[in-house]
């Protein structure tokens, strides 16, 4: 089972809204819909924000959204703040022996 | 509020067995409606799951290293535990434990422990 590809880095400006992709296979993120979003900051405890490709984490700000469309989710952070500055993972539910894919990861950078 | 922490040696010499464990507070680990995972990154890697157990003791290993891994329950402490033989130096990594929901959702992880294999 191969990683899901995510863009090694995002950067943009505060209020502005950046998009993390999140590309997988037929096999992964095409055949279900169980793709959740990690936030992490260093040395802290991975932070769930979405799960079930859209579900927004409860306590999560709405600024946070999730999508797909056929192999590949997405992440969007709108109105970006500095304290969402952190590393980003998705992952995947694959039904196979190995039933769990995750990303690559994504660092986002607020400039 | 769900917490859990990893605890267990940073340095593990190779070949020999590397274990740790995950107190879990805020939640039974004798639930009925959650698995119990590990996950691992090496540094510059993605995450890789390494397995899970069920309340009942059921467990489902990562194809990879199942030859390797024993997870265990103990639901006196609350606690549930990691075993992973015969090391190397490709087994140095970040270990994560995680709470899983409906066997598809990690909602809670613990902080990670860096496990360093060496001499």
């Known amino acids: 089972q191969s990683a899901l590809t995510q863009p090694a880095s995002v950067s943009g400006s505060p209020g502005q809204s950046i998009t993390i992709s999140c590309t997988g296979t037929s096999s992964d993120i095409g055949a279900y819909n169980y793709v959740s979003w990690y936030q992490r900051h260093p040395g802290k405890a991975p932070k769930l924000m979405i799960s079930e490709v859209s579900n927004r984490r409860s306590g999560v700000s709405n600024r946070f959204s999730g999508s797909k469309s056929g192999n590949t989710a997405s992440l969007t952070i709108s109105g970006l703040l500095a304290e969402d500055e952190a590393e980003y993972y998705c992952?995947?539910?694959?039904?196979?022996?190995?039933?769990?894919?995750f990303g690559t990861g994504t660092e986002v950078t607020v400039l | 509020q769900v917490q859990l922490q990893e605890s267990g040696p940073g340095l593990v010499t190779p070949s020999q067995t590397l274990s740790l464990t995950c107190t879990v507070s805020g939640a039974s680990i004798s639930s009925g409606h959650f698995y119990w995972s590990w996950i691992r990154q090496p540094a510059g890697e993605e995450p890789e799951w390494i397995g899970r157990?069920?309340?009942?003791?059921?467990?489902m290993y990562s194809p990879s290293l199942q030859s390797r891994i024993i997870l265990s329950l103990d639901t006196s402490e609350n606690q549930f535990s990691l075993r992973l033989t015969s090391v190397t130096a490709a087994d140095t990594a970040v270990y994560y434990c995680?709470?899983?929901?409906?066997?598809?959702?990690?909602?809670?992880w613990g902080q990670g422990i860096l496990v360093t294999v060496s001499s």
């Open positions: 157990i069920y309340t009942s003791g059921i467990t």
């Open positions: 995680a709470r899983l929901v409906d066997r598809h959702l990690f909602d809670y």
């Open positions: 992952t995947s539910y694959t039904g196979s022996s190995t039933p769990y894919v």
